[in-house]
């Protein structure tokens, strides 16, 4: 079976920090360009930090900069994203996602679906709470 699953979520104080986990099975994650994305209640999907299959190039949304680092183990199959510094505003669900082929060209246009897109591959998503 092909899919990504996601764990690691939880809820933590302001300033917290949380380790997500994707994990790949039925399919090689070394192939795929992926990320992670994350939704907010009342709104939409946003592309968080996402990583490239060939030159490791990363990308990340202005607000996580300096404070989130995605990373990946092809070895493992797996894709980590490391979260410091969480703010209330990090609170969603997060997902991970894959996509391996030409259609954005770079991993930035991959993570902010520009132009919008389809990706090869989802997870169910963790949840993140950021609350005192």
């Known amino acids: 079976q092909l899919q990504l699953v996601e764990s690691g979520g939880g809820s933590v104080q302001p300033g917290g920090s949380l380790r997500l986990t994707c994990i790949a099975s039925?399919?090689?994650?070394?192939?795929?360009?992926i990320g992670w994305f994350r939704q907010a209640p009342g709104k939409e999907r946003e592309g968080v930090a996402c990583?490239?299959?060939?030159?490791?190039?990363?990308y990340y949304t202005d607000s996580v900069k300096g404070r989130f680092t995605i990373s990946r183990d092809n070895a493992k199959n797996m894709m980590y994203l490391q979260m410091n510094n969480l703010k209330p505003e990090d609170t969603g669900v997060y997902y991970c996602?894959?996509?391996?082929?030409?259609?954005?060209?770079?991993?930035?246009?991959?993570?902010?679906?520009?132009?919008?897109?389809?990706?090869?591959?989802w997870g169910r998503g963790t949840q993140v709470t950021v609350s005192s």
């Open positions: 990583i490239s299959s060939t030159d490791g190039s990363t």
């Open positions: 039925g399919f090689a994650l070394a192939y795929y360009d």
């Open positions: 996602a894959g996509h391996n082929s030409p259609f954005w060209g770079t991993v930035s246009a991959m993570c902010r679906n520009d132009p919008p897109g389809e990706y090869h591959f």
